[in-house]
């Protein structure tokens, strides 16, 4: 069974600070992987993607690999309330997509 | 381009009734995938198409949950009959292939499903 974990929280942290959110894999043969915001009542939303080992940055979110580890994760610099959501990790093996239960986020003003 | 389109947006039925949701993705995506979200839960993956072909029903419960995509476009996800524990959001996404294809689903804004 190909595994997706992440802490489900939730969350929080006080605006102006760094959001750090974590996921873990099973399948050593995933290829991609993937970072979706998803609000309440709102469909899932891609935000960071990221292929090879070490750091992707874009704007205040920098994404983190490591393979060996099988650790993905995705820092959110500069917290702002409207990042306030449930972050889903997704994994991309050699045919499907799968996604970890999500970490929900707040931060406070 | 227009989104992923999704109907109905909400349903209720009793238990043991049937239910069909349809989908129909962006135009030129050739994979499609049905996923449930559960409340408090990520989206689980039922089925995944290439075109009109099954990549992937693993998850798909096939006594009670079927799905088809004919001409390789739109789909259509039944439950016959559902359960309780259906109740769920049935997200519809699609994604590119080939050369362009970056790995991102384009989700539609989901069917809302509720089992009395």
């Known amino acids: 069974q190909k595994e997706v974990e992440q802490n489900s929280g939730p969350l929080s942290v006080p605006e102006g600070a760094i959001a750090s959110l974590n996921c873990t894999y099973s399948?050593?043969?995933?290829?991609?992987f993937f970072w979706y915001r998803q609000y309440s009542g709102k469909s899932p939303e891609l935000i960071m993607s990221i292929y090879s080992n070490g750091d992707k940055e874009d704007g205040r979110f920098t994404a983190q690999l490591n393979k060996a580890s099988q650790y993905v994760s995705l820092l959110i610099r500069d917290s702002q309330p409207s990042d306030s959501a449930t972050y889903l990790c997704a994994v991309k093996g050699n045919n499907d997509m799968r996604f970890g239960a999500g970490t929900r986020l707040t931060v406070k003003p | 381009e227009a989104g992923v389109a999704q109907s109905p947006r909400y349903k209720i039925i009793e238990k043991r009734q049937s239910v069909a949701f349809w989908c129909n993705p962006i135009?030129?995506?050739?994979?499609l995938y049905w996923y449930q979200q559960i409340l408090g839960q990520g989206p689980k993956l039922l089925i995944q198409?290439?075109?009109?072909?099954?990549?992937?029903d693993s998850q798909l419960p096939k006594d009670r949950f079927s799905a088809e995509r004919l001409k390789g476009v739109d789909s259509t996800l039944k439950i016959q009959p559902a359960k309780l524990e259906d109740s769920a959001v049935y997200l519809c996404a699609s994604s590119r292939t080939g050369t362009s294809y970056t790995g991102e689903l384009f989700f539609g804004e989901g069917s809302r499903l509720t089992v009395l």
């Open positions: 135009s030129g995506h050739a994979t």
């Open positions: 198409f290439q075109n009109n072909g099954v990549v992937d």
């Open positions: 399948d050593r043969g995933s290829q991609s």
